[in-house]
């Protein structure tokens, strides 16, 4: 763990000198700011500390934009696991800050870089969705390291750390502290929180603003398998955000979620999923899944997904989900890459669905769009 964290500060090195800028109470800013941030370069492959542009700002000492709203002092309360989540939203975030000569932002704390950046990303996640026709139903919360308490065992802060979550019952995201992962904390990866916002554009367009997805206890298997889907489309949306099929590797390298890596899904796989047993874990049926659809989506010359292509994969997963329908007898994994390759081009759905038949056999029956032979 000293490895690691040497690791990340030593990416950071111009952090220092950030941090030690004398400080003063914060001016109050709006709309379109420039800020010293970390953040992903595309054209470099690498995250660093750099001075882009925070957008769609309403309060900048707040952080409170256009679709988010941080949040400090939050509490999550359960009582038990299957107990409603009561939340406490605490107090605006009291963002610290100073400015360079040319008004450029630079953060004056170590957790005001990581809010800013935290922000930066979210926003411009939205932001593409927004150009893509989703528009959020509301303005999300950002819970930052909030307390998790149960009534029996009080606070659970310490039993959560290195993850993002999208909650639909606040709804907003929690973000926790970063100990262990890799060098990159999760609030600073683009790919990761993409993923997360994933989520929440998952829930609103299958269930609007239900608090949760329907039938929850009635419907173990389908749960499971919108579970599944959950976390493969949000690696889809990690990948169009930012153009890397790992993108998870700057934060967790020891995770296998690579989408330029083939996978088979196996029967073994099928029925874990269904039943609930063996070694079934959500995160790698639904990366198996995202897996198929990155093999079967055009490619240039070099092996990658060009900026126009994510972008027709945003359109025609947007429509998907729009489509699918959670029932209990018909939906499955294979929903998702059903309806997706239902809008592609005719022209190039045999070879599409050459891969998912191959991919994904023991769901091949599931897949309707490819029947026939």
């Known amino acids: 763990m000293h490895d690691t964290r040497a690791r990340w500060w030593g990416t950071t090195g111009a952090l220092a000198l950030l941090l030690s800028l004398p400080g003063c109470a914060p001016e109050e800013a709006s709309g379109t700011v420039m800020a010293r941030v970390y953040a992903w370069d595309s054209l470099e492959g690498r995250y660093s500390l750099r001075r882009e542009p925070v957008e769609n700002l309403e309060s900048l000492r707040e952080l409170r934009g256009r679709d988010v709203d941080f949040r400090m002092g939050s509490e999550l309360n359960q009582v038990q696991l299957d107990d409603v989540l009561t939340v406490v939203r605490g107090k605006p975030f009291a963002l610290e800050y100073s400015h360079e000569a040319d008004g450029t932002i630079v953060p004056g704390d170590l957790h005001s870089l990581y809010a800013l950046s935290l922000y930066r990303n979210l926003d411009r996640v939205a932001s593409k969705l927004r150009a893509h026709g989703h528009t959020p139903l509301r303005r999300l919360d950002v819970f930052y390291f909030p307390r998790f308490d149960h009534l029996l065992t009080g606070d659970g802060r310490g039993d959560f750390t290195d993850n993002a979550a999208y909650v639909s019952q606040a709804p907003g995201f929690v973000i926790v502290p970063s100990f262990m992962m890799g060098e990159l904390p999760m609030p600073l990866n683009e790919g990761v929180v993409a993923h997360e916002y994933g989520h929440a554009i998952i829930h609103q367009e299958l269930f ?71 070694d079934y874990e959500p995160h790698d049926h639904g990366s198996i899944m995202a897996r198929a659809v990155y093999e079967l989506w055009p490619k240039d010359a070099q092996g990658r997904i060009s900026e126009s ?61 490819c029947e026939g032979p």
């Open 309 to 369: 292509e994510r972008d027709r994969l945003l359109d025609l997963t947007l429509e998907s989900l729009r489509a699918l329908r959670f029932e209990q007898d018909t939906f499955t994994l294979a929903s998702f890459p059903d309806a997706l390759v239902a809008r592609m081009n005719p022209e190039e759905r045999p070879a599409a669905c050459d891969v998912l038949r191959a991919r994904l056999a023991p769901l091949a029956s599931h897949i309707l769009t």
């Open 208 to 278: 609007g603003e239900a608090p949760e997805a329907p039938h929850l206890e009635d419907w173990p298997a389908a749960h499971r398998h919108l579970d599944s889907m959950h976390e493969g489309v949000a690696d889809l949306i990690g990948l169009i955000i930012t153009g890397d099929p790992d993108f998870i590797r700057h934060t967790a390298s020891g995770i296998d979620r690579d989408l330029a890596e083939p996978r088979d899904y196996t029967e073994q796989d099928l029925q874990d999923i269904q039943e609930g047993k063996g």
